[in-house]
């Protein structure tokens, strides 16, 4: 089995900062991607960032320019910088990790962005 878990999430005000952590632990052997989803109350959830096992990146159009993953491959852990933060940032975070065809998801640290 495979686990995975988020922290540092909380509350920031807007246009200040805050980094995510995701460690994922246990059956990993060649895990394909780590990245970060987010949902928002009454949203549907929606992509972040994703950083693959080589270091390839993707972002979601609304955080391009704020937001930076970074992956450390021997800790099977990643990180999620948050610059810039809005109100319209305010969601659950998810961190998955993707592996033989399967994603493993955690349970989510909630981010709250505001005055």
């Known amino acids: 089995q495979v686990q995975v878990v988020e922290s540092g999430g909380g509350l920031v005000q807007p246009g200040g900062s805050l980094r995510l952590s995701c460690a994922a632990s246990g059956s990993i052997f060649a895990f394909y991607a780590m990245g970060w989803y987010r949902q928002a109350p009454g949203k549907q959830r929606e992509l972040v960032a994703i950083?693959?096992?080589?270091?390839?990146?993707n972002y979601g159009d609304s955080v391009k320019g704020r937001f930076t993953i970074a992956g450390d491959n021997a800790k099977n852990t990643i990180y999620l910088q948050m610059n810039s933060l809005k109100v319209e940032d305010t969601a659950v975070y998810y961190c998955l990790l993707q592996q033989m065809g399967s994603v493993y998801w955690g349970q989510g640290t909630p981010v709250t962005v505001s005055s």
């Open positions: 950083i693959t096992n080589s270091g390839s990146t």
